[in-house]
């Protein structure tokens, strides 16, 4: 057993579908978030950049003497994997147990992945689902836009702008009559109300944030890391600009206030 925290970090406020799943599957374990809402979004950069990012998320993390890391970000999860796998406590990502999900959920083969450009030109959903079963059909885009209108707030099942969006972006996988969407940046499911609505009830929408967490939830299970019980638990939220978006946006996506526990730091001193 260990009464340690877990470590979970994302670009910014997406890796909180995570956490929002943890707190369901895993009620007794202390969380560390670290949401690097000053140099969001990752997706659009370059590889080597991001990968530099995740280098001092992670390294940060560790600072605060996490037991486990979990990279709830699609675009992290594509490009720096070995450097996850490199570190002292066990790491996990979403690629792998978002394709297992939707490759156990499909009936056509037929799978459709959204996520951040850098994510899709990874092709690393892609590459996870046929190694799974070759015969699947893949049919990815990338939705850029969804990071910047979670980020900025345009949140609500209602909202006509990130409905628009979405039937923009949707359109070519829509047409393609997929049966399950992973959703594999994981700022989408803070939208899937949204995505649900436009891709239409006979389509199963996979959460990055759900599976990772449930992947998490397994993995401390079969090591014996999870928490003893008896201990309170705790949960840090640390951000790379100032509070107030990501404490607004949190409250309404978790449900409850992250208020006095989130704190902005400085993350280039990590990692170096
Ligand atoms: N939520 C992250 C992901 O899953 C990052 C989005 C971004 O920063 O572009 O890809």
Not at 35 to 41: A, H, N, S, Y
Not at 157 to 164: C, G, Y
Not at 194 to 204: A, E, H, Q
């Amino acid at each position: 057993m260990d009464a340690r925290p877990i470590g979970v970090f994302d670009s910014g406020l997406g890796g909180l579908t995570a956490v929002k799943q943890l707190e369901q599957v895993l009620p007794g374990e202390s969380i560390v978030y670290f949401g690097d809402t000053g140099r969001v979004p990752y997706g659009s950069r370059g590889r080597e950049l991001v990968r530099r990012y995740a280098r001092q998320d992670m390294e940060f993390l560790l600072s605060q003497n996490v037991k486990a890391v979990l990279a709830a970000c699609g675009t992290v999860s594509s490009v720096a994997r070995d450097i996850g796998e490199a570190l002292p406590v066990p790491y996990l990502d979403v690629i792998w147990p978002c394709a297992q999900a939707a490759a156990a959920a499909t009936k056509t083969g037929r799978i459709g992945v959204i996520g951040t450009a850098a994510t899709i030109h990874s092709d690393s959903y892609r590459s996870a689902l046929l190694g799974i079963n070759h015969k699947l059909q893949v049919f990815p885009q990338a939705c850029p836009l969804f990071v910047s209108l979670v980020e900025s707030g345009f949140v609500a099942p209602q909202d006509e702008v990130t409905r628009l969006v979405a039937e923009r972006y949707l359109a070519p996988v829509r047409a393609a009559e997929v049966d399950t969407l992973i959703l594999g940046c994981t700022h989408y499911p803070i939208i899937s109300a949204t995505i649900g609505s436009v891709m239409g009830r006979g389509v199963t929408l996979i959460d990055s944030g759900r599976e990772a967490a449930l992947a998490l939830a397994k993995t401390l299970r079969e090591r014996d890391l999870l928490c003893p019980e008896g201990v309170p638990r705790q949960a840090r939220y640390y951000v790379t600009d100032t509070p107030e978006n990501f404490l607004n946006v949190a409250e309404l996506f978790l449900g409850h206030s992250v208020e006095g526990r989130t704190q902005r730091i400085e993350i280039e001193s990590y990692g170096n």
